[in-house]
């Protein structure tokens, strides 16, 4: 069904994104998930879909979509596969911090291995620093004309084989919050080692592993924005992507729902009577499916002032901590209303449940985004 | 927890609690990992008279009562919600039917080798695609003399595969809908009876679901439990047996879990101070708390009733509409609490959080808890 409130341009984006889901991600959704990774052909499709980078503005050789579309794709992604989404997602998520702060050289270095196929990667999260970003223990010395960084990243998505990356370290511990900088890494620089792959419940053949640095040297000019301003460059990525990653959720949840109720059109109760025939179940659906439409249009909202260049801080936390939640009850719901089918691998349900999971918990928990939104009500 | 259990039901929790730590928590991830069925753990078990606990003496229980055999079940559940899983299908859905709609011929037959575990019970309800008699791949059985013949599909069978003994729900008569389904005794060795494959899920991984196949399967007429038509009823009452013990495992598990993120929230440093020290994380303990408390008396109450004779079924579905809520918030907020180290497939929170939505499984239409609830309401 076509939207009829996108632009042509948006509603061509879409459709181009739900045919690549149709025919690249929901036939293999399963077995990336038995198997914790996705097949790496499917890059050079996405490439050649044209989406590979779609923050990447078109003066360095991307489409440069306006948010609203980039999260009319993640959405179908999501749909398909949230751990393909959030992969995919991450060549955003490592991008923006390039929209924000990058050199037009800086600009030209990262976004020239998107546009070639190359993956980013976004490493803020240490072991001590989760929520608590400006804990962070890994350091970076200037020495010379190069920074030489050191410590330990983990949970660090599509690390494990992304071709360049945003890595953020201190440069001035004892300020803490105020000493946090960040640094563009390419993957070919020495001392950058690839730790434990998590193995995680949900979002499996997402790639999430430890990242390394022993004397990790960068050129000087690699640092991101000024010195100590990387805790404020992170939040305004995470702005950027908190969105996306709503839109993911929305994904998730519509599939759930789609799935609920073509199980409740097609499965017959024990008078023969299909199961959508039981009030309880009908409500059920249609509780789910104004869930899903409300995070859909919280997301588009959140985007649309973004678009327009207007604060969108609260509305972009407003719409992660509600898409997410929702996908999470969704989910469950869905899982309930379909039973033992659900509950097995014959479903994907099970599945949806497991990456819904997720959602709640990365990119600022739901407990940081209500900081941000009550901490907005509150000061204003 | 105040609520007067008596001096060996204590008892009876205090070992149960032993035993689990002692043999099922150090094999509950391996279980999980493998979904193999538990055979070793079903040994210490029989041992321990787990299997028999509420049957009568008579034919080897230990007729220590419902509310003892909660208790089990809720230890269990805190190491491995699938070992608790593969005694609840066993007790709670084929014991429990025997013992309640057998013969005297009948409980001679199957209770002493439930009870000394010589033969595993299960219970064959659901069928593909559809509920209980109601798809293409429906059991029927066609009487011939003095037998039945049983041919069809059951899938999601718990136990399946490792059971000895099913209680097969299947159609006596076609034209009757709903109310021409009757049970029958199934010995697991009978000729035309075979495991089409064993069927993989989210989480009680080590209680095995199968796919039977019968294929004109013989069964005597003897092996009729209950009435001809009075299969639904029967189903009903051990369903409800059931969740009450499914409201067990869902203490246990969450009981389990919450002690995981109190344990993770005193540990874990953010902003300079432990998370537990946080009032929104202290929200969602208290929550959960809350619930798992209130969930565990509904649970000694309903299974008090349920030994003394008296109604249960209502009580019964309150646990279950209750308990599928409160289980599933529980988890989802522990790894919320645990953040991504929850969500670690390493992590005991993950694999909590996938038993927990497997321990209350509305079975289709069958017995929607509202309904039930609400139906005793304008009785």
Redesign the interface.
Known sequence: MVDMSLTPEQQKVQQIAREFTAKYIIPVDREWDEKGEFHEFILEEVKKAGLNCMAVPEEYGGPGYPSVTQSLVAEEWGYGCAAFATTLGGNGLSSYPLAIAGTDEQKKMYYGRLVNGGMGGFALTEPGAGSDAGACSTIAKLDGEEWVINGTKCFATTCGYADIMVVFASTDPSKGVKGLSAFIVEKEREGLIVGAVEHKMGIRSSNTVELILKNVRVPRAHLLGKEGEGMKLAMKTLDMARPIVASIAVGVGQRALDEAVKFAKEYLDVNGKPLGSHQAIAFKLADMATQVEAARQLVRNALRLKDAGVPYTKEAAMAKTFATDAAMRVTADAVEIMGQYGYSKDSIVEKLMRDAKVTQIYEGTNQVQRIVISGILLNS | MSYALTEEQQLIQQNAREFATEYVEPAAAEIDHTAAHPADIVKKMIEQDFLGIFLPGEFGGAEAGYLSYTLIIEELSRASGAVAAVLLNHASLAAYSINRWGSAEQKQAYLPSLCQGEKLGAFAL?EP???????EHRVTAVKDGDSYVLSGRK??VANGGAAGLYIVFAQTDPEA??KGISAFLVDAKTDGLSVARL?????LRGCQ?AELVFDQVKVPAANLLGAEGAG?AIAAEALAAASIAEGAMVVGIAQAAMEDAVKYGKQR????RPIATFP??QSMLAEMAANIHMLRLAVYDAASLLENGQAFVAEAAMIKLFA?RIG?SAL?DV??IE??YG????MVA?RL??DV??AV??????D?P??IIAGNLLA
């Open positions: 659901n695609g559809a509920a209980l008699g109601a798809g899938c999601y809908g709903a069927i993989d899920k989210m989480g679901s639904l440093i953010q902003f300079r929104a994380i599928a599933q989802i790894i919320q953040g991504g969500y670690s497939q390493e993950s959080y996938r939505k497997g499984i509305k079975n289709s239409s069958l929607f509202e309904k």
